[in-house]
């Protein structure tokens, strides 16, 4: 059974940084794409960043390229989203999702950003 938990999430004044986990259970992370993603209020859920199986390219929402970083951690079976230069519009639930399809995600961690 897959699970994938959240974390780090929380308050931080415009500017400021945050690092997102996401422990994975059940599957090695690295055998399937992994990505980020987000759902502010009122808004649907979008994309934000992706790696590729093992660790391979990344890719990016261009609204948030130049300042989130993706990342893993086969050692730990942890996916990581460092977030730089946080911006009130960056306010969401974070989501991961493992396979980038409908099937697995997470159940969010909350980022909001004061200005």
């Known amino acids: 059974q897959v699970q994938l938990v959240e974390s780090g999430g929380g308050l931080v004044q415009a500017g400021g940084s945050l690092r997102l986990s996401c422990a994975a259970s059940?599957?090695?992370?690295?055998?399937?794409?992994m990505g980020w993603f987000r759902q502010a209020p009122g808004k649907e859920r979008e994309f934000v960043a992706a790696?590729?199986?093992?660790?391979?390219?990344?890719y990016y929402a261009d609204s948030v390229k130049g300042r989130f970083t993706i990342s893993g951690d086969n050692t730990k079976n942890t996916v990581y989203l460092q977030m730089n230069d946080l911006q009130p519009d960056d306010t969401a639930v974070y989501y991961c999702?493992?396979?980038?399809?409908?099937?697995?995600w997470g159940q969010g961690t909350q980022v909001t950003v004061s200005s």
């Open positions: 790696m590729g199986r093992s660790g391979g390219s990344t």
């Open positions: 999702n493992m396979g980038l399809t409908t099937q697995y």
């Open positions: 059940g599957r090695a992370f690295s055998a399937y794409n």
